[in-house]
């Protein structure tokens, strides 16, 4: 089961961070996966016993446009999930390391600065014109 949600999370996942607060100091990691077949996206929630479920409406007046659904977790739940398929994770190994890494930076309370440059290298791979990413890595 872990090997299989790992694969989905590589082909069709997100781990990131979210930064609140004052000056944007209080970080938060978050592991997202959309589909649009809710019977995945659902297994995903009763393997782990956490996160939510959402719904984006496909397409108004697009044919063959359907409606996406996604599992969130964020915080303590998004670390243990990741703590989990982390052996398995091919395409996305190096974001749940960072995620890992900023996890232990905010529990430990390390500097904003190393908290900062945590969640920039982490959020880089996620854009389309991620620096990490062409680089195939640090």
């Known amino acids: 089961e872990l090997a299989w949600a790992a694969g989905f999370v590589d082909g069709e996942g997100c781990i990131t961070t979210i930064e609140r607060g004052p000056a944007r100091s209080i970080h938060m990691i978050q592991l997202s996966v959309s589909n649009t077949h809710k019977p995945?996206?659902?297994r995903f929630q009763q393997l782990f016993k956490c996160g939510s479920i959402s719904m984006r409406q496909g397409a108004k007046g697009?044919?063959?446009?359907?409606d996406c659904y996604?599992?969130?977790v964020r915080a303590k739940g998004a670390g243990k999930v990741i703590e989990a398929i982390e052996p398995f994770l091919v395409v996305k190994a190096r974001q749940a390391e960072l995620a890992l890494k900023l996890?232990?930076?905010?529990?430990?309370?390390?500097?904003n600065e190393m908290k900062q440059e945590l969640a920039l290298k982490l959020r880089s791979y996620n854009g389309r014109r991620s620096v990490y990413a062409r680089r195939g890595g640090e």
């Open 62 to 66: 697009k044919p063959g446009w359907l």
């Open 40 to 42: 995945v996206i659902e």
């Open 103 to 111: 996890r232990e930076a905010v529990s430990t309370r390390a500097s």
């Open 70 to 72: 996604s599992w969130t």
